[in-house]
């Protein structure tokens, strides 16, 4: 347990320091449940959304991209059940008002609270005498809406309260008339949105995972209701390849589990959720939800469209079932992280490096010249890493300090190449490529180079 919490702060300490990852507003001394992402963070981000956007829409025929807005009409929720029922338990203690959640407090205590009404939360804290984290004593436990409300417009009346959407998901499910009037798609095909999502968490947490501003990338596909089972099972394959085959986390840290009906959110008739391994323990990082035909439906009774599907050979209507998908990138994002740190010993040193995929990793290759004071050398690698910059994009140069500092900074971000030009560049155009994860070198001509590293990122 020591060593994991030891984990999780060098990973926090390396996010910062080389810039994945910053506190939110931290000149003002921070603002809980916010990070940013500093410029390695956004790329490494970006890739992950850009790998899962190219598996999931690009790469398939049935599937729509859309980019909802963040605030929608507050109909939108009510219809869903957000606004009555969007809601975690919540305990307050009584002397310092700090506000705690209540099932994670019964975790902490060893009591498990799956399943459990708010009534009975509060029995348990009361049966066992349990006190908050400062050692006062605990209120009743209630539950607390975590939408955030805003006001759109001058107008100050209450008429006027928008909220930043929870989830993605109804981005999707108010605009499927839209897309099926668009495309004409037939059953079963897909819509697919990455974005922000925002939620007023009572207790936001370890690093990036329990965020109050957080993205989410989601799946809402509609399906025959009939098929629910065999799309269930299509689709926990197809996120599980996507987690393990594309960004390289490693199977025997991910862990499905079922939700039992006291678990499952108010719409899904099954949920399972694939969990991860995390320092801090094995927690849920993708869900896939059967949310049936309830959103839809919420929305062609509340609004004045029918959200339906015609087919056209039956010649009937009727309302689509939906199999979700969902995850958040933050929350993948640590996860890559974490698998992909290691500690090893190289040359009688302890290095930290990071593994990624190098389709993962945020940079892809580094330049050196061996020597910084010889112009030739200099010059021969400014125009070895112009041309991989211009066709790589993600390519950096560095002349600072010895070849094996290089090498150990490079290393800590997780560059999977460094190309090192030296006196026999000069004579032969040949480089040094060196691999981050054995340390190996090898002589390899300049002109195969860009196809050597496109045949791997
Ligand atoms: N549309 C369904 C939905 O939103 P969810 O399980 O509440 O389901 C989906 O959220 C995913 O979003 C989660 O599996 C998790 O990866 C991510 N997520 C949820 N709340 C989060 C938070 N407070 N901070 C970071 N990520 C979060």
């Known amino acids: 347990m020591e060593h994991k919490q030891d984990l999780m702060e060098k990973i926090v300490s390396l996010c910062k320091r080389r810039g994945f990852i910053y506190q939110g507003s931290e000149v003002y001394g921070g603002l809980a449940g916010t990070w940013d992402y500093g410029p390695l963070g956004v790329t490494l981000k970006k890739n992950i959304k850009d790998l899962w956007w190219k598996t999931f829409v690009e790469s398939r025929e049935d599937m729509y ?12 929720w009510e219809a869903t059940g957000h606004v009555a029922t969007f809601a975690d338990p919540m305990v307050e203690d009584l002397k310092t008002n700090k506000r705690y959640r209540a099932d994670h407090l019964l975790e902490e205590n060893g009591i498990d609270p799956k399943g459990m009404t708010v009534t009975q939360m509060g029995a348990e804290i009361k049966a066992h005498k349990l006190k908050s984290p400062d050692k006062n004593q605990l209120g009743d436990v209630r539950q607390f809406n975590m939408m955030f409300a805003t006001q759109a417009g001058a107008s100050g009346d209450s008429s006027a309260t928008v909220y930043l959407r929870p989830e993605t998901a109804q981005g999707m499910f108010v605009n499927f008339k839209n897309v099926v009037d668009s495309f004409h798609p037939k059953l079963p095909f897909g819509m697919a949105q990455i974005g922000k999502a925002f939620r007023n968490e009572i207790t936001p947490r370890d690093f990036i995972f329990r965020l109050r501003e957080f993205e989410q990338m989601e799946i809402e596909y509609f399906i025959r209701p009939e098929e629910w089972e065999e799309q269930f099972g299509s689709w926990l394959v197809r996120i599980k390849d996507f987690l393990t085959k594309t960004l390289g986390l ?49 929305h062609s009774e509340s609004s004045t469209v029918a959200l339906e599907y015609l087919d056209e050979e039956a010649k009937i209507k009727f309302t689509p079932h939906v ?7 933050d929350r993948t994002f640590l996860a890559v992280l974490c698998d992909a740190y290691t500690e090893d010993i190289m040359g009688e040193e302890t290095r930290a490096y990071l593994k990624f995929k190098p389709q993962v990793a945020p940079v892809k290759a580094a330049v050196f010249p061996l020597l910084k004071n010889k112009p030739e050398l200099v010059a021969k690698a400014r125009e070895v890493y112009g041309m991989l910059k211009s066709e790589l994009g993600a390519v950096m140069f560095d002349d600072n300090g010895n070849i094996g500092k290089r090498y150990r900074r490079q290393d800590e971000i997780g560059t999977p190449f460094c190309i090192t030009i030296d006196f026999d560049t000069l004579e032969n155009d040949t480089v040094t490529l060196r691999d981050r994860d054995t340390g190996q070198q090898e002589r390899i001509k300049i002109l195969e180079l860009l196809s050597f590293l496109k045949s791997k990122i």
């Open 65 to 76: 991209g859309i980019d909802a807005a963040i605030l929608m009409n507050s109909k939108v």
């Open 323 to 329: 199999i979700e998908p969902a995850v958040g990138v």
């Open 250 to 298: 490693d199977d025997s840290h991910i862990h499905e589990h079922e939700h039992s009906e006291e678990e499952r959110s108010f719409y899904s008739k099954k949920t399972v959720d694939l969990e991860f391994d995390y320092p801090f323990g094995q927690k849920e990082l993708y869900g896939l939800a059967y949310r049936t035909d309830y959103d839809l439906k919420k």
